[in-house]
């Protein structure tokens, strides 16, 4: 596997379920995000984490909870979700937060609806 | 708060043909980052263009080339020659040299190129 990979590419799950997102990067990257696309909104940023430790949370609902065991892996734990939180979610890699220059990465996404 | 706009939610160009996708942003900041993302139907962004504030000179990355106007805070980007693989939705996105690699982002321009 090469770049950002995300996993599962598709999921669909009730409103009392408990899910994961995960990412994985293969760049040596020290720097990841999620990110939210919504059909109707601009592509907003969720949390940032830089060297393993969260440098940034967006206003986000406690229901979306951040992981990042490690610098590769960053996951996103999902739990009683409400339908609007139906959205493509990606996540992306850079090879540090703060620096103009170091290009972010993204994955191909997870798209996830909430019945 | 630093909002970015694209005016032009959807555009077609004829292959071989140039167009220009339009974006504005608003900033009280002096020093920053103007980006071009690139996203195809299999959704993976990609980065095509940087831009940065301080220079008067716009980047140009092969068929793709950018009009940074600094005073009007318009940013667009011009497509030669388009390709069919050019054919994806394109982001607009900012970013304060100071905000610590966050990006801020335009609702985005659908682009079709056809054959």
């Known amino acids: 596997e090469t770049g950002v990979t995300q996993t599962p590419r598709h999921l669909v799950m009730g409103m009392t379920n408990k899910k994961s997102l995960k990412c994985e990067q293969h760049?040596?990257?020290?720097?990841m995000y999620w990110y939210k696309q919504s059909a109707k909104k601009p592509l907003e940023l969720m949390f940032v984490?830089?060297?393993?430790?969260?440098?940034e949370n967006n206003s986000v609902p406690s229901r979306f909870s951040p992981e990042c065991p490690n610098s590769s892996h960053l996951f996103l734990h999902l739990h009683t979700l409400q339908p609007e939180d139906s959205a493509l979610y990606l996540c992306?890699?850079?090879?540090?937060?703060?620096?103009?220059?170091?290009?972010?990465?993204f994955g191909p996404g997870t798209r996830l609806t909430v019945l | 708060a630093q909002t970015v706009t694209q005016s032009q939610p959807e555009m077609s160009v004829q292959e071989a043909e140039t167009v220009t996708l339009s974006c504005t942003y608003d900033?009280?900041?002096?020093?920053?980052?103007l980006f071009w993302y690139k996203q195809p139907p299999s959704r993976q962004m990609i980065l095509v263009i940087r831009?940065?504030?301080?220079?008067?000179q716009n980047a140009t990355e092969n068929r793709f080339s950018v009009n940074f106007q600094k005073a009007a805070k318009s940013f667009s980007l011009k497509i030669s020659d388009s390709q069919l693989g050019d054919t994806a939705m394109y982001f607009c996105?900012?970013?304060?040299?100071?905000?610590?690699?966050?990006?801020?982002f335009g609702g985005g321009t659908r682009l079709m190129v056809k054959p």
């Open positions: 996105a900012f970013m304060n040299n100071n905000a610590g690699n966050m990006l801020t």
């Open positions: 831009q940065e504030a301080y220079k008067q």
């Open positions: 984490y830089n060297f393993k430790e969260q440098t």
């Open positions: 992306a890699s850079s090879q540090e937060a703060g620096d103009p220059y170091n290009e972010q990465f």
């Open positions: 760049l040596g990257h020290n720097a």
């Open positions: 900033t009280s900041e002096n020093n920053y980052y």
